[in-house]
Nanobody, 126 residues
Framework: QLRLVESGGGLVQSGGSLRLSCAAS????????VGWFRQAPGKEREGVSC????????VYADSVKGRFTISRDNVKSTVYLQMNSLKPEDTAVYYCAAIFLVAGLPGLEEADFGSWGQGTQVTVSS
C-alpha cells in the first residue's frame, strides 16, 4: 500500500531554516514524481515544488524560488524540502504527494497527484 509520511516541521523564527522529509513506502518510488504543497489557515492548498522521478527536473512556485530546494534520494525513498530564509507567510501545513510519472515533470496542480501524506506543520514567527 502506497504511503507517504512527512516529518521535519516545527516552529522557527523568521529568517531561519527547516528541512522537511517525505518518506515513501509500498510502491516503486523510482517511477513517481513527488510534489510539496502547503495550506495556510483560511487559504486554499497551493503547490510549492515538484521533482521528477529521476530527480533531474524540478519546479518551484514563484513565492519560494531562491529560498527552497527540493531533492530526492531514491535509495532511501525520500524526498526533501530544504527551506531557507523562512518568512511568516510560509506558515502552513506542508504535504507531500506522489504521481506515477516515469519521465517528465507534472505541474503544481494538486488534482494531478493521487497519493498524499498527512502533513507536517511549519510555523514561522516574526
Amino acid at each position: 500500500q502506497l504511503r507517504l509520511v512527512e516529518s521535519g516541521g516545527g516552529l522557527v523564527q523568521s529568517g531561519g531554516s527547516l528541512r522537511l522529509s517525505c518518506a515513501a513506502s509500498g510502491f516503486s518510488f523510482d517511477y513517481y514524481a513527488v510534489g510539496w504543497f502547503r495550506q495556510a489557515p483560511g487559504k486554499e492548498r497551493e503547490g510549492v515544488s515538484c521533482i521528477s522521478s529521476s530527480g533531474r527536473t524540478t519546479v518551484y512556485a514563484d513565492s519560494v524560488k531562491g529560498r527552497f530546494t527540493i531533492s530526492r534520494d531514491n535509495v532511501k525513498s525520500t524526498v526533501y524540502l530544504q527551506m531557507n530564509s523562512l518568512k511568516p507567510e510560509d506558515t502552513a501545513v506542508y504535504y507531500c504527494a506522489a504521481i506515477f510519472l516515469v519521465a517528465g515533470l507534472p505541474g503544481l496542480e494538486e488534482a494531478d497527484f493521487g497519493s498524499w501524506g498527512q502533513g507536517t506543520q511549519v510555523t514561522v514567527s516574526s
